[in-house]
């Protein structure tokens, strides 16, 4: 199938018009990559400056909120845990809420040996006491000064 010279030219035509049009997109294209850039660096300048101090101001509101309600929770959940004498569960919840800052370590109790410790230890230093009185009494003929006459 042969061509006219006439089509020929229109068709040449067309495809110049054709790849101008695309140099012109293409052109388009990139200034619109440019402008999305730009928009891009600009939404994060905002972000950073009016959408993340509200979120935290947001979620510090919730933590001073909520923090009671789940310190209580997770104290009455340890609570219940122990009275049903599920010691392991117990412990790893109490545990979680003290990592999580929510709950305190619970205090060591004074136990028998902690007590026999502390009064053997009070039972050793007024036996030193006493030691110490019945050696510097005043009545004791070895430190009473003689009287020159």
Avoid at 5 to 16: F, H, I, T, V
Avoid at 42 to 61: C, G, I, S, Y
Avoid at 129 to 138: E, P, V
Wanted: proline letters at 3%; a positive charge; charged letters at 25%.
């Amino acid at each position: 199938m042969s061509l006219s010279r006439k089509r020929q030219r229109e068709l040449n035509s067309l495809r110049a018009q054709a790849e101008d049009l695309l140099n012109e997109q293409r052109e388009v294209l990139g200034h619109a990559g440019t402008v999305a850039q730009e928009a891009g660096r600009q939404a994060k300048h905002l972000n950073d400056e009016f959408v993340v101090p509200r979120v935290t101001r947001a979620v510090d509101q919730v933590r001073l909120y909520t923090v009671p309600f789940v310190t209580a929770a997770l104290a009455g959940t340890v609570r219940s845990l122990e009275r049903l004498e599920n010691r392991d569960a117990a412990r790893q919840v109490q545990s979680f809420g003290e990592q999580r800052g929510l709950l305190r370590p619970a205090k060591k109790r004074c136990g028998f040996g902690r007590v026999v410790g502390i009064g053997a230890g009070i039972a050793a230093a007024a036996a030193v006491g006493y030691a110490l009185y019945q050696a510097f009494r005043s009545d004791d003929e070895l430190w009473v000064a003689p009287e020159d006459a």
